[in-house]
């Protein structure tokens, strides 16, 4: 079992900038992909960014050229930079990880909100 924890989120103005992070509970080197999903109220659950054990990643087209996806293996925590922050960025942000088992692990989330 893999415990993931989020922290980072919270209120911010539009044009601001946000670090989420997730530290994994056990060596991210057994996690073969790790990521953020986010939720709106009323929507479903959506793909953020990924990153592989590699480094690949992959964004969603609404954030590319604004969020960066990091990852740091010594202390097993995934990062989410998000600048120029949208109000339409408001959303619950959840850490997810693939485990080399192909079991899917997720965090309990962590509130944006993007508001003046």
């Known amino acids: 079992q893999v415990q993931l924890v989020e922290s980072g989120g919270g209120l911010v103005q539009p044009g601001g900038s946000l670090r989420l992070s997730c530290a994994a509970s056990?060596?991210?080197?057994?996690?073969?992909?790790m990521g953020w999903y986010r939720q709106a109220p009323g929507k479903q659950r959506d793909l953020v960014a990924t990153?592989?054990?590699?480094?690949?990643?992959n964004y969603a087209d609404s954030v590319k050229g604004r969020f960066t996806i990091s990852r740091d293996n010594a202390r097993s925590t995934v990062y989410l930079q998000m600048n120029v922050l949208k109000p339409e960025d408001t959303a619950v942000y959840y850490c997810?990880?693939?485990?080399?088992?192909?079991?899917?692990?997720w965090g309990r989330g962590t509130q944006v909100t993007v508001s003046s």
């Open positions: 997810y990880a693939l485990g080399s088992n192909q079991n899917d692990y």
């Open positions: 056990r060596t991210m080197f057994s996690l073969v992909v």
């Open positions: 990153i592989t054990t590699s480094g690949k990643t």
